[in-house]
């Protein structure tokens, strides 16, 4: 496993616990109860539903075993501490799109652990968040996207 810090705020550490609680103690012994009554449907060889059970409990203690790895390097950041000169991790920045004058987009920059796209929290490693991480208001930044290349022009940098 990985041995990089993993940053999160202080709401996507206690996520983080939280998925792995509800995982172990509720998910895990679901599992292990689907596997065990599958067992006595019969002859384990032919028997789909066992199978399908043991792959299902394989697929959760890897969740569970890849998220104690992250929770056991996490790093939970006070966003009050970093700056708003610039962007950096955490940070809202307001953007207008070069090529529609008229758009103007709100992008949250986040670890990959804490983006949602359908809110417009993006992940630092994104070409957009990437992008935009350390500028400051009114740079311009070229991202290739794969629609294309998109032109923005940073209009503001706030914080929560």
Known sequence: MDSKPVYLSKEGLLRLEQELKQLKTVDRPV??????RTMELGD????AEYHAAKENQG???RKIAEL???????RAIDTKNIPSDKAYIFAR?????????????EYQLAPPEEADAA???ISIKSPIGAALLGKAVGEKIEVKVPAGIIKYEILKISRD
């Open 44 to 47: 384990l060889t032919e028997n």
């Open 93 to 105: 920045v307001l953007v207008k799109d070069l090529d529609d004058d008229e758009e103007e987009i």
């Open 59 to 61: 697929h959760l203690e």
């Open 31 to 36: 599992a292990i109860a689907e596997i065990k």
């Open 119 to 121: 809110n417009d929290i």
């Open 68 to 74: 104690e790895d992250k929770l056991s390097r996490a």
